[in-house]
């Protein structure tokens, strides 16, 4: 197949994936991929999830955070993953309800009164999920931002000295960073970055470069110490990724923040040794859990790997 022919295949799919391809990969105009992302809400498979929301509490799957994958959390991300549009309203009631739920559960259990101290119970991963969604979906804090702010700044205090974070940290008091607990906050902060206007980019900027470092002395999937290979999981692709870290969903947060440098070449070549004859990639890893649908099956070919693999290629090969 042509590169023509694997576009072609890529738009004959989801709404979801057509407004990315048009705006990261043809180079559409605003005007027209962004009336193709509207669709994400009502065809396919953003209206499918859309339907599957309890109207009466907010939620998916009965709870926050669990059950995996069909919590509001996790559905969420999978939405806002597909770009449903942040002025969705239906969205936006949700990741409130994350905001409110958890705060005032988490408040009346601990006898806190601020909301900086609830956080400190939660897995770092957890509250680096929920900035991003109440940054990509526009919550407006009703303690005048006071919560949301209060996460960034739990954040950031976590941060390690390696650069990165860990969900072991307070638990297990972990000496070092962890990829996975890394991505989940360094996606939420880069969505705080680009959604809640100057000053908030501004705030994030150092810790982002400093997480961004991290990324890099590991090379995506690498040890920084011995140069091998880390955990072989890291080199299988998969979407959606949930809370999970693999070398892919890497670059193209890399991709996403700009950030270029010569130790990125180890997983460049690794996308592209894993691109068949066809011009695809393949869903190459699944992580296990109740879903409310698949989106794809396991080694096939997959739309979500191959759109992300091209335009991490595509951003990489024009520098």
Known sequence: MTHSDT???LMEADPAIRWQVMCDLLGASP???KREQARVATEGWGWRLLERRDPTTGMWGGGIYMPKWTSTTYTLLLLRAMGMPRDDSACRESAACILDRETRAYAKKMK???ASEVWE???LCLPGMYLGLLAYFDVQDEWHDERIESIVGHLLKQQMADGG?????RSHNAHHSSLHTTISVLDGLADYAEFRGKKAAKRVAGPIARAHEFLLQHRLFKSDKTGEIIHPAFTKFSFPPRWHWDALRGLDH???MNTRDDRLQDAIDLVRSKQHPDGRWK???HHSGKEFFKLEKLNQPSRWNTLRALRVLQWWETQ
Do not use: A, M
Request: hydrophobic letters at 35%; glycine letters at 0%; one cysteine or more.
């Open 165 to 169: 974070w860990n969900c072991k940290q």
């Open 283 to 285: 869903l190459e890893n």
């Open 7 to 9: 576009i072609n295949w």
């Open 31 to 33: 005007r027209q991929w």
């Open 254 to 256: 890399l991709r996403r």
């Open 121 to 123: 119970v939660l897995d």
């Open 112 to 114: 806190r009164e601020r």
